[in-house]
């Protein structure tokens, strides 16, 4: 599984990046963590609020920080 986070490394964007990992390790996923910086890499997934959380390219929340429990079931789906 390939989560990425897409953002401009602002503070929110951090922090979903911090508890998509804590939620991926507590479910015991295998997965690779990516974090898309550039604005035109991030449009390109037709975003336009951030941060946005995609799995494996397609676009899972856009726009906020979801609990750990939220991303935990957004990830199991």
Same mark, same amino acid.
């Given at each position: ?10 503070? +929110? ?5 911090? %508890?998509? @990992?804590?939620?991926? +390790? @507590?479910?015991?996923? !295998?997965?690779?963590? =990516? +974090?898309?910086?550039?604005?035109? =890499? /991030? ?15 397609? #676009?899972?929340? #856009?726009? +906020?920080?979801? %609990? /750990?429990? !939220?991303?935990?079931?957004?990830? %199991?789906?």
């Amino acid at each position: 599984m390939k989560i990425q986070i897409l953002g401009t490394g602002c503070p +929110k964007c951090q922090r979903l990046a911090d %508890s998509a @990992e804590i939620a991926a +390790k @507590e479910l015991g996923l !295998e997965y690779t963590l =990516e +974090k898309i910086t550039d604005i035109n =890499e /991030i449009t390109a997934f037709n975003v336009m609020m951030t941060p946005a959380l995609a799995i494996d390219g397609d #676009v899972k929340v #856009v726009g +906020k920080v979801p %609990s /750990i429990e !939220e991303l935990k079931q957004t990830l %199991s789906q």
